[in-house]
């Protein structure tokens, strides 16, 4: 890999991405539209964008060999916030690698596409979407998106339905959901260089003891996770017990199910 370009550099995983991801590409293009610390040496360069602006993204990726789009919204937010963002910057992002010839995208979707799921069902990554909000719908819109580039331009992609990724699980829920960093770094070298992947969409969780995903489509990546939530365990349930009908309990979205409305 000549040059891997970054989008959401500035975020939490983006910023561990930035460290990680260094032994794979000669050289890596980061961008936020916050500030980033300048390039640390001539392995990395960094360009603000912000991903709603069509010729700025355009400028960015150009050069680039492959893509991985953290950048946007990450969590409930007014849908105006979310179009910009996420909805009109992930179009840009496709755009922009149609333009330039970029070959393959490793996309940062989220369980939250599939958030009003109950906690007692068991998925793989063929079910429908049940988005549990404004920012899982454009994360939806984002598998889909990149699905129609793949079969209108043959532009491949990995979607990364990421459960929780921080570096601890920080409550019950995340026991199931939490995706180390780890595992984070390995699934994306994964599914930047597994050769022929096509449109594929995955979940991104860690081998923990318990999990509502059947992965079965990451492993055609040579996936194989390597952490589990359960070393947190005992600190985890010294937290008290949510109630049984509270979404935190019920949904795999969790919180996500009840934020909102926003307006009116
Ligand atoms: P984050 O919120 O820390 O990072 C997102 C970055 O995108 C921020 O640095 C922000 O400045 C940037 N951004 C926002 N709007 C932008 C715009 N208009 N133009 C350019 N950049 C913009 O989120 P985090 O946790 O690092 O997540 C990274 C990606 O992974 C996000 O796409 C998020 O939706 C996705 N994801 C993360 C999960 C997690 O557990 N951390 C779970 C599921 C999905
Ligand atoms: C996400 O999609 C968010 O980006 C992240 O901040 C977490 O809230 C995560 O999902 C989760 O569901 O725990």
Redesign the pocket.
Known sequence: MQKLLL??A?????QVLRQTLKPFTHTLRLS???ALAPAADASEEVQC????DKQAVDALVQGCDAIVH?????VERPFEEIL??NIR?VFHVYEAARRHGVQRVVF????HVIGFYKQTETLDTAVEHRPDGYYGLS?AYGEDLSRFYFDRYGIETVCIR?????PEPRDRRMMCTW?SYRDLTELIRCSLFTPDVGHLVVYGVSDNAKVWWDNSAAARLGFVPQDSSEVFRAQIEQQPLPAADAPVSVYQGGNFCVAGPFEG
């Open positions: 989008t959401g500035a975020g939490g995983l983006g936020d539209i916050a964008c912000d991903l709603s953290l950048g946007g919204v990450s910009e963002a910057g940062a979707s989220s369980n994360k990421i459960g929780s990724s921080f995706l």
